[in-house]
């Protein structure tokens, strides 16, 4: 009721202002004191009644602009991931912007409206992403999540099959989900902090090799460290000679492994290739790779553990037709590789 009544108050002063503004004005000229009925009707009241619109949409706009995208600032919303098949319960004065996914609307009472562009929905209308809907008086109506979504919501609503996040910056509709949850869970990742993954930031050698070495169990080492570029006792070194120990990694040469170096596409399938020889998993599948155009590209060294990465679907083309083996790879798209590794040949 609060907000109404605020709202009212702004449409009644700024009707005021614009027709004190616009009567105050001359009609025709500075010299013509008298204004016709039909200058009034048709030039003054538009006039006015287009600068009250404006005055209006600029003082509601940061209503909606609010909430924009994943991370935004959201004022009173409450962020919600929520699992396809599960719901969004609307009641009177409640109401749903969605963020990403996709979802429908099934008005069982009354009426719900689109208030970003004023129009009532019907049931079985699709949501708009970054719109917001609300359920207007005496109106039940629930949105159904098709796809996984993350949703902005706000006064009387109930949710149903809404998730955690183990990150803020992950999202329950983003591809890499469910490969970020199972890494975090098996403890293979953590993130670059208490809140934030960073998955589309770049994966690094250290990083890569330190996952690894985790999947390992983290064994005891003893190895020499024949880098100088690894200094003792940091989080990467115990896996980084215990890789090196291994073969599973040789580094650039000169002493010198690039533990911030950004991990290549084709440098994290040898590792990966290198990582299950040692562990007697098979490595005989081979892709020709004949359907990526850059595939000449790929270094010898790393050529026949492409071959393989791809005929196991560890990696995939940045396109139908590329394979960008120099190409760096993020966070998210490592997890991913690494949970199909898992699901793929550790069984």
């Known amino acids: 009721m609060k907000r109404k009544q605020i709202t009212a108050f702004i449409l009644a002063a ?3 202002v614009g027709a004190c503004s616009a009567l105050a004005a001359s009609a025709g000229s500075s010299s013509d004191p008298l204004v016709s009925l039909s200058y009034i009707e048709d030039t003054y009241v538009h006039n006015i009644s287009e ?3 404006a005055k209006i949409d600029d003082a509601l706009d940061p209503l909606y602009s609010a909430v924009t995208a994943p991370g935004a600032s959201t004022g009173n919303f409450q962020m919600k991931n929520i699992t396809a098949g599960g719901t969004v319960t609307l009641n009177s004065g409640g109401s749903v912007i ?3 996914g996709s979802g429908s609307v099934t008005i069982n ?3 719900v409206i689109c208030i970003t562009d004023g129009n009532t929905v019907s049931s079985g209308d699709s949501l708009v992403r970054y719109n917001r809907y609300m359920a207007a ?3 039940t109506a629930t949105v159904n999540i098709l796809s996984p979504a993350y949703v902005a919501i706000d006064g009387m609503v109930k949710v149903m099959g809404d998730v955690k996040s183990p990150f803020g910056d992950v999202f329950v509709s983003d591809w890499y989900y469910d490969a970020v949850k199972y890494a975090v869970d098996k403890q293979l990742f953590t993130g670059t902090s208490d809140t934030t993954f960073s998955p589309n930031a770049n994966m690094t050698r250290a990083m890569l090799v330190t996952v690894l070495y985790r999947m390992e169990g983290r064994p005891a080492v003893t190895a ?7 200094k003792n006792g940091q989080w990467y070194t115990d896996a980084i000679l215990w890789a090196n120990a291994n073969n599973i990694v040789t580094g650039y040469g000169d002493g010198l492994f690039g533990i911030d170096d950004p991990i290549t596409r084709e440098q994290m399938a040898a590792i990966l290739y290198r990582y299950a020889s040692a562990k007697g ?3 005989t599948g081979s892709d020709d790779l004949a359907r990526f155009t850059d595939a000449p590209s790929v270094r010898g060294w790393a050529l026949d553990a492409m071959k393989w990465a791809v005929a196991q679907g560890l990696i995939n083309g940045t396109t139908d037709t590329t394979l960008s083996p120099g190409g760096s790879a993020t966070r998210g798209q490592v997890a991913t590789i690494l949970m199909r590794f898992a699901e793929n040949l550790t069984k």
Not at 224 to 230: S, T
């Open 51 to 53: 600068q009250v619109r």
């Open 137 to 139: 008086e005496d109106t």
């Open 224 to 230: 020499a460290n024949n880098f100088r570029d690894v």
């Open 281 to 283: 998993y098979n490595v």
């Open 98 to 100: 969605l963020l990403s």
């Open 109 to 111: 009472s009354g009426t």
């Open 14 to 16: 700024l009707l005021l």
